[in-house]
């Protein structure tokens, strides 16, 4: 689809695929994000679980690629194979929801971004910088002008790519490069100013030193690690592009090796530059707001383009990534196969006109939520959950079956399946992180979805579900009432729309002295003044009793 006779991918033009599709906006974020949670010790812990966990997933990717070397569709292909047609279903409308909400989570950071080099305005503030700063609603809400900027952008990158995917990759390759850049310097500085009284002195974070409150505070950062590493399978979704298939599985592993030392470079040389109460207040994006802490405007800056720039580029990674997981879908004959129709240039059209109509219709539902990135993030990281819990369990299923491929090769299947149970227990354990609210949401997002399904089992003339699935689909339609009920009765806080009514300086324990908001039900929750609420993290939302 990539032209008419299609480019074939090296081995490093997939682990650029890898690395680009992780670091994005989630990287950006990091510094504050984990002071607002945890100290050095819960975020050792944090990343450690999340470094094993993703590494085998990694692993998965990479056997499968050898074990199955004719699944050439990536992520939702195994589940179909292992599961059946609308498990795989649910695989690739995971994935392709997720990376819709996900690139809505891109053009919030750009807006952060805008509204932090536009600063407080004042009566002598010019327009331009007036304009900026009004890019971030006082909550954490996208603005009106940030929700027409952005809205433009969007199709302005449709019509990039509806130029020619090929032109689009060579593009993502110059920016994957240019988005390294300021990230390594900004480890650099705080290499230079690293300081190991303040990074001891944030060892155990804001709770006390128990077992249960350190892991507490873990808990806190879990969808967080998930988020950032959203992109393993990127080598993967392209496997049908590379020039060699063991390329698919290498590329996956040094990938996330590479990104993973990077993510844990900056989250935690940050504890030792500053007190874990000041990295827990910096606005986001917080390397940004830190980098300008420690040596001054020209740092913010810096990071501010190096930000716009990864943000964008890793946009261009999922814009692309998306079109080819629902063109593909469409091939398997589990989504309508108008969804398969191409442009004169070989570009999934159809697939990426849905795409950007749903990624429109995402970005102006942010507007009515507080707190807009997180609400995003963790959204993104539930839905890119389920594929990944599908996939290990497919390369588990293998193993205890005794697959065929193990009859050529019977080397390794003990520890496949040591890898593939790792997987799928972390997948799982992280899906329960998510929480009741989180999970119900992503299943309502399935249902219509499920239409698509449907659709292309009518074309086929075929079945809709088989008794498994249609429990499995019943299962969805409850848990979609419910949660409906949930938002309607106004029993849901999924998307922080409480609207606060008063608010006093009190310094809470463990709140580092932030205001205390008073909720129109009657509540009380513990707020920064230059951080929107941020459901569950321990300085950010609090609620304490009512005086």
């Known amino acids: ?198 990074f001891t002195g944030n060892f155990w974070g804001a709770g006390d030193n128990s077992f249960s409150s350190i892991m507490s505070q873990v808990n806190r950062t879990m969808l967080i690690t998930v988020f950032v590493f959203v992109g393993i399978e990127g080598a993967s979704v392209y496997s049908r592009y590379a020039k060699n298939r063991q390329d698919v599985g290498v590329a996956t592993v040094l990938g996330f090796i590479g990104v993973l030392c990077i993510m844990m470079l900056v989250t935690l040389l940050s504890y030792g530059v500053v007190a874990q109460e000041q990295l827990a207040n910096m606005p986001n994006p917080s390397m940004m707001s830190l980098l300008t802490e420690l040596v001054g405007t020209w740092g913010g800056i810096l990071i501010g383009i190096g930000l716009i720039v990864s943000v964008l580029g890793a946009y261009l990674s999922w814009s692309l990534l998306a079109a080819e997981v629902l063109w593909s879908a469409a091939k398997y004959h589990i989504v309508p196969k108008r969804l398969a129709i191409e442009s004169d240039k070989k570009v999934p059209a159809a697939a990426l006109w849905l795409t950007n109509l749903t990624i429109q219709g995402f970005l102006i539902l942010t507007y009515f939520s507080n707190d807009a990135f997180v609400v995003t993030q963790n959204l993104t990281s539930s839905l890119s959950l389920i594929p990944y ?56 997002i399935f249902l219509p979805g499920s239409i698509m399904y449907i659709l292309a089992k009518r074309e086929q003339k075929q079945k809709w579900f088989t008794r498994s699935e249609s429990i499995v689909f019943g299962v969805i339609v409850l848990a979609s009432v419910v949660t409906v009920y949930g938002i309607a009765a106004g029993k849901s806080t999924i998307f922080n729309v409480s609207a606060p009514i008063s608010s006093d300086i009190e310094d809470i324990d463990n709140c580092f002295g932030k205001v205390t908001v008073l909720f129109e039900d009657g509540h009380y929750e513990c707020q920064a003044t230059d951080v929107p609420l941020i459901e569950n993290d321990i300085n950010t939302s609090i609620s304490v009793e009512k005086p």
Not at 72 to 89: H, T
Not at 172 to 195: D, E, G, M, S
Not at 420 to 435: D, K, N, Q, R, V
Request: hydrophobic residues 55%; contains cysteine.
């Open 389 to 444: 819990f599908l996939v290990a369990a497919y390369a588990a299923k293998l193993v205890l079956i005794n697959d065929s491929s193990y009859a050529t090769e019977p080397l390794g299947k003990r520890s496949d399946l040591i890898i593939a149970s790792i997987a799928t227990l972390y997948s799982f354990a992280m899906l329960l992180t998510a929480g009741i609210e989180k999970l119900l949401l992503t299943v309502l």
């Open 1 to 198: 689809m990539m032209s008419n006779s299609p480019q074939k991918l090296s081995r490093g033009a997939l682990i650029g695929l890898v690395v680009g599709s992780m670091i994005g906006a989630g990287i950006f974020s990091l510094p504050a994000r984990f002071g607002q949670a945890t100290g050095v010790l819960g975020a050792l812990i944090a990343w450690t679980i999340a470094g094993v966990g993703m590494l085998m997933l990694a692993f998965v990717f990479q056997r499968l690629a050898q074990r199955k070397p004719e699944i050439d569709a990536g992520i939702f292909a195994y589940a179909k194979d292992g599961f059946g047609p609308y498990l795989g279903f649910i695989a690739a409308f995971g994935f392709w929801a997720g990376t819709c909400v996900g690139n809505v989570s891109y053009w919030i950071t750009i807006s952060n971004t805008l509204a932090v080099f536009g600063g407080v305005p004042t009566e002598e503030t010019g327009f331009v910088l007036k304009f900026l700063s009004g890019f971030t609603g006082p909550t954490g809400e996208v603005s009106l002008q940030a929700l027409i900027v952005s809205s433009v952008a969007v199709w302005l990158f449709h019509m990039l790519i509806l130029r020619g995917v090929k032109e689009a990759s060579g593009l993502n390759k110059i920016v994957t490069i240019a988005k390294i850049l300021p990230i390594f310097i900004f480890i650099l500085v705080l290499i230079r100013f690293f300081q190991l009284d303040l």
